[in-house]
């Protein structure tokens, strides 16, 4: 194997030496088991996961929970739900002791006077036809009002095979209301007609993200390698699945052998006492899983094996650095 910097020239060197200094410690929490939408393919609903458990009510009981957190090293609080918005006592319960990230539908406007810097993660599905059948409301119309211009938000796009040569007028919508995109793919966990990806549909939609990269790079946060990595699945010969996947649950994961994978993280039910199998649905089949932070993570937990040449590794440090600005541990 050869050497990161026998690999990098000084400025590789550089941006490499940046995101090394990061040490990552992240885990999930369900904030409610409630939403203002229902989404067609929304995981959370779709496995029942909003029944797992007994939500837990108590903030002081949240607060606590946070410091055992704290001290079990995470450093990297990702706030899901149902709608953590809905429950804003508890976002700035982990805003004031963590960095924290909201996923949020953005209908709800977080009130940055007590969250100033809590980085939002705003979901939307497609174009307004899209997120109408899929969302039962055009979500863009009231999120847009809610985040436009905000430093710390940026939307989420999850592509469905129905918006392909379509995702450009979203992009730009983005773009005018002055915020940052970051794109993933729709597993339709429930097999809503049209919505299942085909293998050709997969290729034509890596070349459309790689398109939009180059187009709107300041608005597009993403790279290359990770468009090839979750439309294919496949890293370096090595397939995505069950077996390599890295954001299960520590306590929960019984694989041998055991992958590589991330320390220490949970994602935890809103009983703060259930935890989940992963990072997404507790009932999806792991063959048909696109989920972009999952793939994001298999990528970083997995740096010896893009020590081979200098294209692999500089591939491994734009996953890491995309990863860095969607949380927030450098800047865009
Ligand atoms: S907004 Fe999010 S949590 Fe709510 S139903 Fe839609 S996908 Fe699920
Ligand atoms: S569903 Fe996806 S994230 Fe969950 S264990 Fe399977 S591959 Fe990993």
């Known amino acids: 194997m050869k050497t990161v910097s026998s690999l990098l020239n000084d400025d590789w060197n550089e941006r490499y030496r940046r995101i090394s200094r990061l040490n990552i410690r992240s885990s999930i929490y369900d904030v409610t088991d409630h939403c203002n939408l ?38 990297l609080a990702i706030l899901i739900g149902g709608e ?94 002055g915020l940052k995109v970051h794109m993933q793919l729709l597993s339709n966990d429930e097999k809503v007609d049209g919505f299942s990806w085909r293998p050709e549909e997969l290729k034509d939609i890596r070349m459309e993200m790689d398109d939009m990269l180059d187009k709107y790079q300041d608005t597009v946060i993403s790279s290359r ?25 520590e306590p929960l994961d019984n694989r041998e052998p055991r992958p590589r994978r991330l320390i220490n993280f949970i994602r935890w039910a809103s009983d703060l006492k259930i935890m989940h199998r992963c990072c997404t649905s507790e009932t999806r089949d792991c063959t048909t899983c696109k989920d972009g932070a999952a793939h994001m993570s298999w990528v970083m937990v997995n740096k010896r094996m893009h020590m081979n040449s200098a294209r692999d590794l500089q591939n491994w440090i734009e996953v890491c650095e995309m990863f860095a600005k969607l949380y927030q541990f450098i800047p865009w």
């Open 225 to 249: 390698y990770y468009h090839e990595i979750i439309t294919t699945g496949k890293m370096l010969g090595r397939s995505f699945g069950w077996a390599e996947c890295p954001s299960v649950t």
């Open 84 to 177: 953590p918005t809905l429950c804003m006592d508890r976002v700035e319960a982990f805003y004031r002791r963590l960095p924290t990230f909201c996923a949020t539908n953005g209908l709800i406007k977080v009130p940055r006077e007590r969250l100033p810097h809590m980085m939002v993660g705003i979901s939307i599905w497609g174009d307004e036809k899209t997120e109408k059948t899929l969302r039962g409301k055009d979500t863009f119309a009231l999120s847009s009002k809610n985040y436009e211009g905000d430093p710390h938000a940026y939307y989420l796009y999850t592509i469905t095979p129905k918006q392909i040569g379509k995702t450009e007028p979203v992009i730009k919508k983005i773009r005018d209301v």
């Open 38 to 75: 229902r989404c067609k393919g929304c995981f959370f609903f779709s496995s029942n996961e909003h029944k797992a458990a007994k939500e837990e009510t108590d903030i002081k009981k949240w607060k606590a929970f946070i410091e055992r957190e704290i001290e079990r090293g995470v450093n």
